[in-house]
Each structure stands twice: as C-alpha cells, then as structure tokens.
C-alpha cells in the first residue's frame, strides 16, 4: 500500500556499525510494528507503539531500538549490528485502538538488510 | 511462550487440487488474521475472524474459526496458480495486550500448473 513507505529498500552494513531503518504512513494509524522475516521462523514482532512516545517489546527485542516521537514515523535502530540480524523487515500499521481488536495489518514493502 | 503454530510449512499441489493450511494455539485467542504473501513481496491481509465456529468465504477461499478459539484453517479449491505465495495466519491471544499479534511460520503453496 502506498500509504506506508520503508526505507532504504535494501541496506548492506558492517557488524558492530548502528544502522537505522525507516517507516513512514501517512493514515494516522494509531499502531505501528516493526517484524522481522527469516526462513523458518516467519513473522516475529521485535517492537510495536500504540502511539507517539508509546512503545512495547515484542518477541525478539534484543539489539533493537524505536521511538515514536510522530505518529506517522516509527524508526528502528539496529544499535550494533550483528551478523544474526540479517533478514526482511517489515513495519506495519493498523487503525487498532483499545477498545476493538487487533485491526488488520498494513505492511511496508520490507527493507532487506545484509550484515557482513 | 505464547504461539501460533501452522502447518504444513510447504505444500505443492497440481493446478486443480485443493489445498488447507491449518493453524493451532495453545491459548484461547480473541481473534484470528489470515496474510498471503506473495514472492517477493510482502504480507497482505485476507480476513479476520472473530467469533467461535465462524465460517467465511471468498470466492473459492473457506476461512473457519474453532468452537474454541484456539484453532483456525485456510481452504482453497481448486487451486489456480495465482494463489501461489505464502499463507500466514496471526492471532491475538485472548488477556494480552492489544497488538501483540503473534505470526505462524506460514504455509508456502507451490502450484503446478
């Protein structure tokens, strides 16, 4: 969809380097998720916001940082790449809101990052 | 932990046959998502379902919900190759906080044509 945009759409970076992928979506989503993609494992939730200045860990956590400081941005930083951290990403948003359930997801087109 | 589990994780078919994934939880959910994903691309939703037994349909897609909650599965007949990509489904487990929406590891569907 276009209305949420990742980049870069592919990154290639040293271990030990701070790398930081970006989402942007233009809905006003309240929800925002970052997930990572790898075979085998599918879709595991590293972080996720509920609103701006709201955020919570998910699965997989670990070496991972966000903020929201805007609705519309949910940036994740990778603090010290490791090589374990290569995969797809994909930053999704929903509508959802604390009274209904889990609105569906909008995915990003993912941004592939290589860790060498 | 709390988890979806989805299997199979592959499945080939010949262009015409049938095709059901299956998804199983642990814990009572409070609702269940279904993704296709297309090669290269990325998740996309299908339906969500919410109420125990729910039985819902798109075009040769049957998406059914568990009397209780804790399992849900995906049919397609009479496959084209269209439907080739990867299914996911995502469920939120029934008392946790809103928006921990946990994956399965997804069914990759091959289609012979």
């Known amino acids: 969809d276009a209305g949420i945009t990742q980049s870069p759409r592919y990154k290639i970076t040293e271990t030990g380097r701070q790398v930081t992928l970006m989402c942007h979506q233009t809905w006003s989503h309240s929800y925002m998720f970052w997930y990572r993609q790898d075979l085998g494992h599918g879709l595991r939730l590293i972080y996720y916001s509920a609103a701006a200045d709201i955020t919570d860990k998910g699965e997989v956590p670990d070496g991972y940082v966000v903020s929201r400081s805007k609705t519309e941005n949910f940036p994740l930083t990778l603090e010290s790449a490791t090589r374990s951290q290569t995969s797809v990403y994909f930053c999704a948003s929903s509508m959802t809101d604390m009274s209904s359930y889990n609105s569906p997801l909008h995915f990003g087109n993912g941004t592939r990052l290589t860790v060498t | 932990g709390q988890q979806v589990m989805q299997i199979p994780q592959y499945q080939h078919v010949q262009e015409g046959e049938d095709f059901t994934t299956y998804c199983n939880s642990s814990?009572?959910?409070?609702?269940i998502q279904w993704y296709k994903q297309r090669p290269g691309g990325h998740p996309v939703f299908l339906i969500q379902l919410v109420k125990s037994g729910e039985v819902k349909k798109q075009k040769r897609l049957t998406f059914q919900f568990g009397e209780a909650k804790k399992n849900s599965s995906l049919h397609i007949t009479a496959t084209q190759t269209t439907d080739v990509g990867t299914y996911f489904c995502?469920?939120?487990?029934?008392?946790?906080?809103?928006?921990?929406?946990?994956f399965g590891r997804g069914t990759q569907l091959t289609v012979w044509p």
């Open positions: 814990t009572t959910l409070s609702n």
């Open positions: 995502a469920g939120h487990h029934r008392g946790s906080t809103l928006g921990r929406l946990y």
